[in-house]
């Protein structure tokens, strides 16, 4: 009985290693093209939507879009009633920074709109010239909600649910490899796992990113949460950076079995846990409040 595990086996094992990998970088392709046949699905729905506009020489429209985020969907279970009238908002810190000073978002809201009553009239007459410098620079154009403007804002949408891979797959991947530096046995399975994790987790974390860029261009912040919103967006850059370098780092320490390699390997998933925690924070400051971690 002769040996099969020659060159020639050697080659027929590395040849399905080379087609998985190709399947790994085809599933970026496949998550794209996904999201423009969504987008263009979407489009389609939301025509009629868009032909009902009116200006505001009309009565106005009941209240489909956050004052505090122009252009985001309004949340029906988030509320706070002002004068008599009932305000929709978005999310919780947009609510916060409504009832804290309503009268700033009294001009992008139907209820409040000219004509809709004289005593409305009287009330905004005194704030309509501040109220409109303050909102130049967050209008957004019709023209923004259709073609390609449209699929970057679609496609940002999945930001909250893609930037959750790349969190679990670090921290898994920095796990796994302090389980590996101090375990006596069983080293190479951790070893391996962390591999595995942070070239998936840099996979991922920049599809996260790329998604994030989208969720930014249209995104619409009042002034106090601007500073947290750029933090957000640069540790974020940094943080999928860094990971791509964690993944070329552990590649090559483990191809040349150099320890050097992985000592900076270790150094960079360190730093990459913390940046990750860092955007995660100030992710959490956009959603829920400047305040969120208050006791």
Known sequence: ????????????????????????????????????????????????????????????????????????????????????????????????????DPEKYLDKLPQFSIGDSEADENAASGHNEIDNA??????????????LARVIRFAGRFHPIAVHFPIALIMAAAAAELLGFFASTGKS????????MISVGALSGITAWILGLATGASANFPPEFIRAFDMHRWVGTSASFVIVVCAVLCELSYRRNNAAGRTGYRVALVLSVVLMAMTGYLGGTLVYGLDHYTW
């Open 1 to 100: 009985m002769t040996d099969n595990f020659g060159p020639g086996a050697l080659a027929v094992v590395r040849h399905p290693l080379r087609r998985r990998g190709q399947q790994l970088l085809f599933l970026p392709v496949c998550v794209i093209a996904t999201l423009l046949i969504l987008a263009t699905v979407s489009n389609a729905d939301e025509k009629h939507s868009h032909a009902n506009s009116q200006s505001h020489d009309e009565v106005a429209s009941p209240q489909t879009e956050c004052p505090v985020m122009v252009g985001n969907k309004i949340d029906p279970s988030i509320y706070s009633d002002f004068r008599g009238k009932r305000v929709f908002l978005c999310c919780m810190f947009c609510y916060e920074a409504f009832t804290k």
């Open 189 to 196: 399975l951790f070893l391996n796992a962390s591999r595995f």
């Open 134 to 147: 303050s909102a130049t620079g967050h209008e957004h154009a019709d023209d923004d909600q259709h073609g």
